[in-house]
């Protein structure tokens, strides 16, 4: 059986973070692992505290995880602190495992910081040249590469830009033009663009669901462009049907 490893933050609400990640690894019948970076105490309309997971600590849950069972893929969430940066990418590196999808998780779509000072920059550096793939949404891909996103055409620079730092492959999420969503694969040589229906609403998780299929589908050994094809229908689905269950914002039918 197929395997892909989470190393993301804690979501009580299951609507993101490992919670939601394994969810959706066996969605796409792949056994999910997870190693925890940070809590969080949070629900569908706030995040009102979070408590980073020791370096060391987190080091040691990978090293023995991954001693064990050898994921064939891999995705980083939120990991919110210098510490976990640097244990995930000594582990990844030691281990030299292969489909490393990295969420550039820094603001909850609630709002709050999930990112502390200075740890951006370590993600960048350490994690970004490892990755098979990064999935930035449109506000992540803008304030890590600088460029204020209005079009289409600013979407592309913006890829062309976080290309630089080092993964094999970049995916923007989340643009939104003449009611349509836009995602953006950028591989260095080609532009893809994969359009699709925008649903009303607001949603947790999406982030976290989206970076997961993907992972998930590499795992299987799919393409890039497969898998976000793939995903893209998968999220489409889980929009549609999610669930109203708390204050705020709706889960995904996962």
Same mark, same amino acid.
């Given at each position: ?99 490393? @999808? $990295?969420?550039? *998780? ?6 709050? &910081?999930?990112?502390?000072?200075? /740890?951006?920059? +370590?993600? #960048? ?98 393409? @890039? $462009?497969?898998? *976000? ?6 999220? &489409?689905?889980?929009?549609?049907? /999610?669930?109203? +269950?708390? #204050? ?7």
């Amino acid at each position: 059986m197929k395997t892909a490893l989470t190393i993301a933050g804690s979501d009580p609400t299951g609507g993101a973070g490992i919670q939601a990640d394994i969810k959706v690894f066996n969605h796409f019948g792949v056994y999910g692992l997870s190693a925890v970076a940070a809590l969080t105490s949070q629900n569908t309309y706030e995040v009102n505290a979070i408590l980073k997971v020791d370096g060391v600590f987190l080091e040691r849950q990978l090293n023995t995880l991954v001693s064990d069972i050898r994921p064939d893929a891999v995705k980083t969430g939120m990991l919110f602190s210098i510490e976990a940066i640097k244990a995930a990418a000594k582990i990844i590196r030691g281990y030299e495992l292969e489909n490393l @999808v $990295i969420d550039p *998780v820094t603001i909850s779509s609630t709002g709050a &910081n999930l990112m502390e000072d200075g /740890a951006l920059d +370590i993600l #960048k550096e350490e994690l970004f040249p490892l990755a098979k793939v990064i999935t930035p949404n449109i506000y992540e891909a803008a304030a890590i590469s600088g460029i204020n996103i209005e079009s289409e055409k600013d979407i592309e620079r913006a890829a062309m830009k976080l290309k630089q730092f080092g993964p094999e492959t970049v995916i923007i999420t989340g643009g939104h033009f003449d009611k349509k969503t836009l995602e953006l694969i950028y591989n260095g040589e080609n532009v893809n663009l994969i359009g699709g229906e925008k649903i009303k609403g607001e949603y947790h998780g999406t982030g976290c669901a989206f970076s997961a299929a993907i992972t998930a589908c590499l795992a299987k050994g799919m393409t @890039v $462009i497969e898998a *976000v094809k793939k995903t893209k229908k998968f999220m &489409n689905a889980a929009i549609k049907n /999610a669930h109203t +269950i708390g #204050k705020g914002m709706r889960l995904l039918n996962v």
